[in-house]
């Protein structure tokens, strides 16, 4: 350790008592309790009134975090991103270096510092959510939109604001001082005294993550429809709608409607809680902030004979590859009359997919909304709406991926197979794990004690060789290590293996496709994550599937797919596999955390089918290059998406 790293380290220590003697005028988190909506300012009040505590430091950076990121199968390729993902360039271990030493007043300010960082690496399935301080989402009462309008595009406040913004309730609007209303569908000159697009790069820049790619991440910052659950939601987006309560108002040079003069426009953030209600600050530490019961993992030895008497697990646990959206917990409705007015067909056994057959019958329509829901559910509606499909004579699908945040990996894999056909083979990716040293242990004990799938991710039951077959549970297939290099360094990986989903899969797969590939288009904005963007790799890589892209900046690329990694491990996932092979005590193995907070990883890397050597997180498609604006009357309408998407992907 550097002299300097040592005194600044020194004097955090030191910091504690220096912030110990707090101002005694009030309780600033019991002058909030109870309320959904709240002052940023007054938010920020209560989560800065917490002092900087070095063993909490240690304890999720040192001792949690930086061991976590042993696991990130993409650690290496950050030194150097390439293009056209630059942005997402860091030094990953210098990073947590400087949070370790730089000295700070609070502790929101070391947590929200660490939580920037790592959500800047725009990776969804490797952030740091600590749950004391992603307790409000900000709203202001003006999400921005990018529409087309007489052939130029341009950024507007979004036209059914008073319709969308009234949804969030009164408690909401009464607070908001200013004359909102007047400001649906204004033309935005100006945003904290830049060019709207390039303060809409900003946001995408500093508070959007998620996605690798910044196109990607520009459409996110601005308003659009989605599912949330099996209801139609319109996001606020991550200018009108972020995580935190870091701002409390935004500067706007704007045009009314149906005027032509150019006004300036301060518009307030109002906070909403999504925490767990609290009293004062002493219970919204206890109830948001202190470790719980559900914050680390378990023994799944000594869980499942607690649980059932049984020693054995239930069943195998399905993977996950999903990005975590707070703004989802507390979805604001889409204004019910941009619903669409066609009715559904098929059964919703899911919860997250609604299919509808276009006027004409020639097309149906599935918009997916996440693959999170019922994991047969799923199977069903999928297999019953293409039935409904085929009955009416369809011959042309659209698949609406817009805000897909992805879900289980076995149901991308199930999707392409039943849109490919079983004749077509194995539905998914390459895919690997990092075999660092506690990976190799993890391994080589579950091993030892005769664990399989039903007790760990990592056994090797869980896969399948190259050729197909399943591998044993006692099969090594971490040691020996594979290594590859990335950006000059060796990392050691493990073997190369398949998924397993077809084990899973219990709606029966037609042999050949339903409809002919070459009629089947996806519509997206690019916000589609983890399974979602597997899958869309999956239709393009094997099928070339047509793919339009809506939204994002003029003569800016959007990616057609948001975030590819592969499987997701939440922070107590991992835990789970390092108590369960009798390894907590290891010196490589991460700490409990102290605090409540989930630091998740990218566990496997998926393969480009295109270039093995490549993960397809890393691999740019472009093409099929079909990229439309948003209009006023497509953005907030799924039905009428789909009717231009009708017109014009399939003339
Ligand atoms: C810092 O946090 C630890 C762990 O929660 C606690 O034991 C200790 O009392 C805290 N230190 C201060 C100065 O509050
Ligand atoms: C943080 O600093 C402490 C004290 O110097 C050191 O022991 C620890 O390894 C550092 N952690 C990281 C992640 O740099
Ligand atoms: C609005 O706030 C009041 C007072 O806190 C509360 O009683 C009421 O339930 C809230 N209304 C809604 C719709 O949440
Ligand atoms: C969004 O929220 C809904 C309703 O709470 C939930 O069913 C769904 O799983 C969530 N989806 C995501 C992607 O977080
Ligand atoms: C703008 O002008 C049009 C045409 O005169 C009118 O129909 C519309 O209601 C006006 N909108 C607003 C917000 O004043
Ligand atoms: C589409 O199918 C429905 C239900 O079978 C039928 O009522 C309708 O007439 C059909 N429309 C066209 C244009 O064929
Ligand atoms: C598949 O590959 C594995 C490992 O090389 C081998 O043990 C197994 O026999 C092969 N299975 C078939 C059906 O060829």
Known sequence: MSPSIFLLSALAAFAPLSFAAKPSAGDPCAAIAGQTFVLPADALACLKSFPFNETLRQNVLTDNIARVFD????EDYYLNSPPPFQESTANIRAGLAKINTTKYATDYDFNWDLYNFITQLNDGHTRWFPDCYTSFQNLLPAPVVTLEVDGVQAVYITPDLVDLVELVGTNYTDLITIDWQRLAGAKVVEIEGQDPYAYVDFIAKTVSG?????GVRVNSVFSSYRLSGDAYSQRFG???????VAQTSLTFKLIIVNSTKVETVTVPYIASFIGTPFTDQASYWTNNCAANANTNGVDLKVNAAKLSGNVVPEARRQPKANIIDKSNSSAVGLPPQFEPTLPTIGTDASGIMHSYILPGNETGVMFIGSFEGDFDGFQTDTASAISAFQAAGVTKLIIDLSNNGGGFVCLGQFLHQYLAGTNFGY????????ANPLAQKIVASDIELGLNAQFSFYTADNWAFLNGTQMLADYNYMTPDAPIVVNGKVDANSQRFHDTCELTFDVPIP???PFDLKNVAIVTNGNCASTCAMFSTLMFERHQTKTAVFGGKPFENVEYKG????????????????KTANLKDDPLAPADLLVSGDMRHNWRTAWSFFNEQEPIAYVSEQVPKLRFPYTKDTYNNPQNLWLFAEKT???
């Open 71 to 74: 696991f990130y199968t993409f």
């Open 210 to 214: 998620n996605y690798l790619d910044h």
């Open 238 to 244: 991550d200018l009108a709608g972020p995580t935190g």
């Open 427 to 434: 539905p998914g990716f390459q895919s690997s794990a990092r």
């Open 511 to 513: 042999a050949t496709p």
């Open 563 to 578: 975030m590819a990694g592969n499987q997701v491990l939440e922070w107590t996932d991992l835990d789970t596999e390092v």
């Open 649 to 651: 992907l399939f003339a």
